[in-house]
Nanobody, 121 residues
């Protein structure tokens, strides 16, 4: 599956952004979808994941309560709604697809190109 992420940009602290990731090809609903991020000089980290049907979402500790992941299988799209953004959320955000529910980078075999989110203080 090929992935295309969009929606990044510059926002002030406390603001909101919604990222989108569109998948090409069939069988989108057979993939667990995830969002990861990588800040300058840091390792890529898990942000959020959602299961095949969209009925189960799970989050990294640093974003829990502020970010919401969702998916629309009819549109082959996964979203990341980011609220109460903080400067430490600044990173390149990547969407990714996996065959199983996981937080591990190695379990996600398909990756989008990344979209930059910058949060100013």
């Amino acid at each position: 599956v090929q992935l295309q992420a969009s929606g990044g940009g510059l926002v002030q602290a406390g603001g909101s952004l919604r990222l989108s990731c569109v998948a090409s090809g069939r069988m989108f609903s057979s993939y667990v979808m995830g969002w990861f991020r990588q800040a300058p000089g840091k390792e890529r980290e898990f942000v959020a994941g959602i299961n095949w049907s969209g009925g189960g979402a799970y989050y990294g500790d640093s974003v829990k309560g502020r970010f919401t992941i969702s998916r629309d299988n009819a549109k082959n799209t996964v979203y990341l709604q980011m609220n109460s953004l903080k400067p430490e959320d600044t990173a390149v955000y990547y969407c990714a697809a996996s065959r199983r529910v996981s937080r591990a980078l190695a379990d996600f075999g398909s990756w989008g190109q990344g979209t930059l989110v910058t949060v100013s203080s």
